[in-house]
């Protein structure tokens, strides 16, 4: 077989057998197709799209080119669920989802990738508390989760290899924005992992991968499709990404949003994704009606057993939870400050999430690309909700950043997305 017929074939719109996938994946997996060959390959999967079965066989190869978790065998099978969201701006859900479906009683075996891009990741969110390490042996996160209940952990290098390198190509080759790849690169990870129930949160909008609701039910519906084809339940809920969630955009500024919804002192759209999140993993994974899920999530949130997993969530990985147990927050310990105030009075409109992920990126907040660094304090605080009236000279989003450079930058898109919906 060659590659280069492959791409051919896939150029001229052709299905691709279980055999060519097979060999394409492999290929990729042990570096024997070189990266000019997959990122034709991408390419022409992005131009031409690939039929169900196809992605279907291609995320099954994907799935199985490196080490695959056998919850079952390990002990944590029963009751475990997983929850992914395709990426948004200001997405916290999983900080606020991972331990009030804990304190519910599922097995929350979180796997989480980093942020790339205007989407932040929950290991980045998680781990810019002080001391967090989301770097899991197994054994370690297999006994979190006996423990406690709920584990995050980073894919290792060893879970679905050929996904990470055909990301990192389509990451630099525009081949990101394509429905086959995307179902196909977020099922592979979720089976290898091996939750029974998967939860999925496919965002559309400016800030997300999907621009359009119907883009975001087709990428919801082939996913769905993969999961149940390999036995798992599965749970698919499609939310608007035209603007960002809730207040914070950026890994400390968001923590410590989460943490308010977990204390009952905020209420609004984020805590009502995440119960309606929380009340489908209790559903899936307890096997318990859609009326008593929506009500354990609910009161998990509001007795604040959610708030207690937590704080145990957080020490169990090493994260320093002294503010928080002192009734406070993390420090945003940015170097440089800017404070946005309105011009006249009149109503507050919350900014473009696409335009306020990329300011995110030039703040320090997210990466430009694999590798980056992202700064904790870095990000967008919106101090007013979508419609709510503002006056003359009130502040109505602050940003901060680690210097005068990024902050300016930041500052400038920030203006764009500001702009983009007056
Ligand atoms: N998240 C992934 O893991 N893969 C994609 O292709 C898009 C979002």
């Known amino acids: 077989m060659k590659t280069f017929d492959l791409i051919e074939k896939k150029k001229n719109g052709g299905e691709l057998t279980e055999g060519e996938l097979a060999f394409f994946v492999r290929g990729a997996t042990s570096g ?7 990122s034709a390959m991408l390419m022409a999967i992005c131009l031409r799209g690939m039929t169900d079965g196809e992605t279907a066989v291609l995320t099954r190869e994907m799935a199985n080119s490196g080490e695959t978790m056998d919850l ?3 002990g944590i099978g029963d009751g475990s669920c997983d929850k992914h969201s395709t990426g948004g701006v200001g ?26 891009g205007a989407t932040g990741g ?8 002080p001391g967090f390490s989301c770097s899991l042996t197994t054994g370690r996160f297999v006994s979190l989760v006996k423990e406690n209940g709920v584990a995050v952990a980073c894919q290792g290098d060893e879970l679905a290899p050929a ?7 389509r990451d630099v080759t525009a081949t990101v924005d394509s429905i086959p790849l995307i179902a196909s690169s977020v099922m592979c990870k979720k089976l290898a992992s091996g939750a029974h129930s998967i939860v999925l949160d496919v965002k559309y909008g400016s800030g997300a991968f999907m621009k359009t609701a119907d883009e975001a039910e087709a990428l919801a519906h082939l996913m769905v499709k993969i999961g149940e084809a390999h036995g798992r339940r599965m749970s698919v809920t499609a939310t608007d990404m035209n603007r960002p969630l ?4 950026g890994n400390i500024l968001e923590v410590n949003e989460a943490v308010r919804v977990l204390r009952g002192e905020e209420s609004g759209e984020l805590f009502d ?4 999140l929380t009340a489908e993993m209790v559903r899936l994974a307890l096997g318990k009606d859609g009326d008593s899920s929506e009500k354990a999530a609910r009161e998990a949130i509001l007795t604040g057993a959610a708030y207690e997993k937590f704080l145990t969530l957080v020490e169990a990985q090493g994260g320093d939870a002294t503010p928080l147990k002192a009734g406070g927050y993390y420090l945003v310990p940015a170097a440089e400050r800017y404070e946005f105030r309105a011009e006249k009075d009149g109503y507050f409109t919350s900014p473009d999430a696409g335009l306020t992920g990329k300011a995110s990126v030039a703040l320090g907040a997210g990466r430009a690309k694999k590798g980056d660094a992202v700064d904790p304090a870095a990000g967008i605080l919106l101090h007013k909700k979508d419609g709510e009236r503002v006056r003359a000279g009130e ?6 950043a680690p210097d005068k450079e990024k902050l300016r930058d930041g500052a400038e898109l920030m203006k764009k997305a500001f702009a983009a919906v007056s």
């Open 32 to 38: 024997e197709i070189p990266d000019y060959q997959l």
């Open 72 to 74: 079952d065998s390990l």
């Open 91 to 116: 997405d916290k859900t999983t900080l606020i989802v991972a331990p009030a479906a804990a304190a519910c009683g599922v097995r929350v075996v979180k796997m989480s990738g980093r942020g790339l």
């Open 122 to 129: 929950t290991a980045d969110k998680l781990e810019s508390i």
């Open 163 to 169: 996904d990470k390198r055909l990301y990192a190509l």
């Open 246 to 249: 809730g207040f914070a955009v």
């Open 273 to 276: 994704l995440s119960v309606r």
């Open 395 to 400: 502040v109505t989003a602050e940003i901060f």
